[in-house]
């Protein structure tokens, strides 16, 4: 499982597990099993998830860590 972190304006990219965290404008894109195949979750930091908050992909969404 990988820790990954990224600053302002940053595409944040995380496998099956990550834990990710950005800051203000990031991009984070994690990389989920639902069971049959592999899909890309997408937050947008100060939209969709908090900046410097830690988040994790369960059954597609983000959640924090």
């Known amino acids: 499982y990988a ?3 990224g600053g302002d304006d940053a ?3 995380g ?3 990550a834990t990710v965290t950005g800051s203000t404008g990031a991009q984070l894109r994690c ?4 069971g049959k195949r ?3 979750a997408v937050a947008y930091v ?6 410097g908050v830690t988040y994790v992909v ?6 924090k860590a």
Not at 31 to 34: A, G, I, L, M, P
């Open 11 to 13: 595409t944040v990219t």
């Open 58 to 63: 369960k059954d597609g969404k983000f959640v």
């Open 15 to 17: 496998g099956d597990h």
């Open 3 to 5: 820790t990954v972190t």
């Open 46 to 51: 100060g939209e969709d998830v908090e900046a």
């Open 38 to 40: 592999y899909r890309t």
């Open 31 to 34: 990389e989920w099993y639902d």
